[in-house]
């Protein structure tokens, strides 16, 4: 793992901690957050931004609807 991303998670860790956030909670903002990011960096393709995460396009499109993620610009290119 890269030592500047290393430095990044303790300083979040240390952020969950002060603020007595749930390790559930900071998940599932951490995931829905990586998820925005790859729709946007993939305007919206959801099968592109599944490779981009590594994820297959089933996984991706159920992450989306349990996380509550605003899909309404993407657009389906297979």
Known sequence: MEKNLKGKLEEI???VIR???SLKDIMD???KTLIETALKETNFNKVRAAK???LHRNTIRLKIKKLGINDEETIEIE
């Open 52 to 54: 981009l995460l590594k």
């Open 19 to 21: 603020n007595h956030l």
């Open 13 to 15: 860790a240390n952020f």
């Open 29 to 31: 903002e951490m995931e």
